[in-house]
């Protein structure tokens, strides 16, 4: 009670501080301006001559490298038919390493919320401490994992999972492996946020009204932690779908992405209209896929 | 399904403990409570009322002893087996559903299909039918409270649970919610048993009340036994206030004990004493005390040689602290409903009062058992 009364002493002045005058009405987008300033440069200036860009055309009879804005929307179709192929697998990828990093993270986030009692701080710092070494180095060494001197190949082969003639390394096999290992952080937090933040009384209360362990997860705890669910796998899923060291490093030729045919459209063939219509078609896609997702998902409820 | 109803009966506890690795939270707890009573488990934060709560709803499992309903044992079967529903102390209602699924939760769980014309009753009774469509974050904390209600009652268990329902309301929504769970009880004639800290929340609301402290029943009775005879000076103090005045036994009078307080003589009756020999504190509540001047004869029993040390007025009455010759201040609740003058500060009194309401406690008890608790602290704790 007291901590209640506390609580809500402190919103009280927190209210009562925003009024008290230090503040102009310009206050606000002043602070916004720096931020603003940045993303206008880096962001804003850059996609608007990337869409410019994306039109153009060679210039007739000049070097390579050089293009010519001619409002040439039909690169965008060129481009797509050319490599939907790279498009569908990226899509396939990414669905498939959000679907295993929210099948291991969930339980993963869900035993730090609720089971890990004192060790909660050193699991969450786990969980993070990929990120202390450099993503690169982290996937090449997933290609020696799953090479022929790894443990994991000769330990299958002698269990006759896999036929003896069978590599993992250069699949699509290893390049999911490596999303979904990647991205595994960023799939867990947000889960584990919104994991956290449920009632433990709330499961009480459902098992108190006649639901078994499984229904009240089905019917409390998986419906509260929607939230976790929707970001993290918007957090797994864009940048899975635009990634193309996985599958430059740990993939073959068969198991490329679109990611790598902008890299290589960018930077070795100096297609710059191709890569940058790719580039949009991606976005665009991502983004209508996302929103039909958070619609479906509704979390707006959610709060 | 079916079975699961059919349970009931009586619920009885056969000598529960809980331990939780030296410490015992209950100890050799054995209680019976009747189909269709209203219980109250009293008793301060710790006292291990809310932990035989969990045990009777399966949140817990005792590590001794035996809890059955009717003639079916209980004592290990999950929460959701148990025809026993719980309005938790914070309510715990579900954020992401409607006041209307909330309330179905457990029918729909029972596979009832047809859950509406139930929901709709339990909502009216509760008052709140207009709220059905709202989500429990839009809802006042008395509302809330009320919806908890709701969401267990609509099951008809055979016994509802309240773990401290009323702690996070204010005085006065408090005032209005007891009165109104004592009527939805007749209402719908379910057993209830209710845990509270608040003495006066269990004596308005419980038929029987179990008063607790640390791990063990102190006394079980109605309130009104509790309250004019308490059995030990935990009771005595954590159930209203008491003075106790150590005293001896020194003869007897036929049904009556003559004690002896301090060289002045008094008269207890038998059946009212608690204590094992000759040594006891005779207890008298502050409100059955009567003033008087010097000169103003008195019935009963008699102390005097007091000296009004403080006096507050409270409207419907006055409390003085009088001070006795041996150094004890004496507690006297006046009602203001008669011509005598209010007495002041420094004036010489006596203290007289019926001798029937003269209780006596075992001579080696702490007289101040049970009286250092502050009800802000036990919520704070609790939580």
């Known amino acids: 009670m007291l901590k209640q009364a506390w609580k809500s002493s402190q919103k009280r002045s927190s209210k009562t501080m925003s009024k008290s005058g230090i503040s102009s009405p310009r206050t606000p987008y002043l602070l916004l301006l720096p931020g603003m300033g940045f993303l206008f440069t880096f962001f804003i200036w850059p996609i608007a001559n990337l869409a410019q860009t994306s039109t153009q055309t060679p210039v007739a009879g000049g070097d390579t490298g050089s293009y010519e804005q001619t409002l040439r929307w039909k690169n965008y179709i060129d481009a797509f038919v050319e490599n939907k192929e790279q498009f569908g697998r990226s899509f396939l990828y990414a669905a498939l390493a959000t679907i295993f990093a929210l099948t291991i993270a969930y339980p993963l986030a869900y035993a730090i919320a609720f089971k890990a009692g004192k060790m909660k701080n050193v699991l969450l710092v786990l969980v993070v401490a990929p990120f202390f070494t450099s993503f690169l180095l982290r996937t090449i060494a997933w290609k020696q994992i799953l090479g022929e001197q790894g443990f994991v190949v000769p330990f299958l082969r002698n ?18 492996a490596g999303m979904t290992y990647n991205f595994l952080p960023f799939m867990t937090l947000p889960l584990y946020a919104s994991i956290d933040r449920i009632d433990p009384r709330t499961l009480e209360a459902s098992g108190d009204l006649y639901a078994n362990g499984f229904t009240t997860f089905r019917k409390v705890t998986l419906p509260l932690s929607m939230p976790g669910v929707v970001a993290g796998t918007l957090l797994t899923f864009i940048p899975a779908a635009g990634d193309y060291v996985n599958a430059a490093i740990l993939g073959s030729p068969e198991t490329k992405m679109i990611g790598n045919v902008i890299e290589s459209r960018f930077f070795k063939i100096v297609d710059y209209p191709t890569a940058a219509a790719l580039s949009f078609t991606l976005m665009a896609t991502i983004l209508i896929l996302v929103t039909v997702y958070i619609r479906k998902a509704g979390t707006e409820e959610l709060v | 399904m079916a079975e699961k109803t059919s349970i009931h009966g009586d619920l009885r506890l056969s000598n529960i403990t809980k331990s939780y690795g030296d410490f015992t939270a209950v100890n050799d707890l054995s209680l019976t409570i009747p189909e269709g009573s209203f219980f109250a488990l009293l008793g301060p934060s710790g006292c291990g009322k809310t932990t035989t709560l969990r045990m009777v709803a399966g949140l817990e499992e005792p590590t001794r002893g035996t809890i059955s309903l009717g003639n079916t044992d209980i004592t290990f079967t999950k929460p959701y087996q148990r025809p026993i529903n719980t309005v938790f102390q914070n309510y715990a209602l579900f954020p992401h559903l409607t006041i209307f699924e909330n309330i179905a939760f457990g029918l729909r769980r029972r596979g009832i299909k047809d859950v509406k014309e139930q929901v709709d009753k339990a909502l009216e009774l509760v008052e709140l039918s207009h709220l059905a469509g709202r989500k429990p974050t839009q809802l006042s904390g008395g509302q809330q409270q009320r919806i908890a209600l709701a969401r267990a009652i609509v099951n008809r268990p055979a016994l509802l649970l309240l773990d401290e329902p009323l702690g996070a309301l204010d005085l006065k929504l408090r005032r209005q919610m007891q009165i109104e769970l004592k009527w939805i009880q007749k209402e719908v004639g379910l057993t209830f048993v209710h845990v509270t800290h608040d003495q006066e929340e269990a004596m308005t609301m419980a038929d029987t009340i179990a008063v607790m402290n640390e791990g ?22 954590f159930l209203g206030q008491s003075n106790l005045i150590k005293g001896t036994i020194s003869g007897n009078d036929g049904d009556n004990h003559i004690v002896d307080l301090f060289g002045q003589k008094i008269s207890l009756a038998k059946n009212r004493s608690h204590a094992v020999d000759n040594s006891i504190y005779a207890g008298i509540r502050p409100e059955k005390f009567r003033i008087s001047r010097l000169s103003t004869p008195t019935s009963g029993n008699l102390l005097s040689g007091g000296k009004i040390e403080d006096v507050s007025y409270i409207g419907v009455s006055t409390q003085y602290q009088v001070l006795m010759p041996w150094g004890q201040e004496l507690m006297v609740f ?15 009194v006596n203290i007289s009062w019926e001798s029937g309401f003269t209780f006596a406690l075992r001579g080696d008890e702490d007289a101040e058992a049970g009286m250092e608790v502050e009800p802000e602290e036990i919520i704070e704790d609790d939580e």
């Open chain 1, 159 to 176: 269990l006759h999972i896999i036929a003896p003639s069978t590599t993992l390394t250069s699949s699509a096999f290893a390049v999911v």
């Open chain 2, 216 to 237: 063990e029943i102190e006394q079980l009775g109605s309130p009104a036994d509790l309250y004019d005879n308490p059995k030990t000076a935990f009771v005595a103090n």
């Open chain 2, 334 to 348: 006046e009602q203001n409903d008669d011509a005598v003058a209010p007495f002041s500060v420094g004036e010489d």
